[in-house]
């Protein structure tokens, strides 16, 4: 009876090996290497790790079929991003490009302002996302490591072409000119014909004219003596953008100082007399314009120069995928 006790119990302690050899292999096998970069390796559990659980949740919630191929693409998705991080890395290096322990710490204050952190409930938050603060720190490190390169070599290079930022502008915002660019005016408009003569029309622009310049009004002037339908108004246009009037009135009123009014205009039929009331001026709209496509230019230069130096850190490098 003891005997069989023996047996089986060595029979159990025997599986029990068995079990746990089986295991640690299996746990060798997950953490197995995905890729070389350059001599450096990825393994299985880091790529993992680079994986949010919420996504693989979401995954594991596929039928099987789809499951594997999904999986299958996100885990090539996702080494790829982690050989580009790694190949940015080491060109850091390579460039002697280091990021030190007071980066790292003004970085996580940074971020713990921001997001009104203390550093219990920063502890708190990592652990739900399964890190600990020395992971957390070699990420980041590894992030402002990336960002330094990139930075130095890449971005700092970027130069925008002024020329083009105009050749925008004028594109996107034709309406949008230096300077005065809408005028509130005041007109009287003075008919020759059947009541009074080209010559008669001068005469009596010019004496209302100087009794404005003498401190009369041109707006109950207007609405005495201007036969155009805004004399009921007392000649009020409102404002008049640059290109939507007669040229000659237009001419004559962006040429005026606030409060100016023009010489008497001879135009077809009729003398006018223009008066600028006030101006809008359209510098800091175009500054502004200028400033959100020279952004547009400068990020669009970024990628394409950003695009090319990663494939040819890419091409020269020595990349061995062992992902499936």
Known sequence: MIIKRLITLFLALGLVISFC?????????????VAVVNGEVITWSELRKLIPAQMLDSIEQLPAEKR?????????ESLDKMIRVKLQVQEAKRLKLSVGDAEVDAAINDIKAKYGLNDEELLK???????????????LREQLTVSRVVNDVVKSKVIVDEEEVNKKLKEQYPELVPGKSEARLRLIC???????????????ADEIKKRCEAGENFEELAKIYSSDPSAESGGDLGFVRRGTILPEIENAAFSLD??????????????WLIMAESF??????????????????RESAFKRRYSTWLARLKGKADIEIKLN
Do not use: F, W
């Open 190 to 204: 003075l008919k020759h014909g059947e009541e009074r003569t080209k010559q008669e029309a001068m005469m009596l």
């Open 258 to 271: 606030e409060g100016g009014i023009s010489e008497p205009l001879s135009i077809d039929d009729a003398v």
């Open 125 to 139: 938050t990592l652990k739900g996302q399964k890190l600990t603060l020395k992971q957390y720190r070699s990420n």
């Open 21 to 33: 050899k089986s295991s640690i292999a299996s746990r060798r096998l997950l953490d197995r290497i």
């Open 280 to 297: 809008k001026d359209q510098t800091s709209e175009i500054y502004a314009k200028k400033e959100i496509i020279r952004n547009q230019l």
């Open 68 to 76: 594997d191929k999904a999986i299958n693409l996100l885990e090539s």
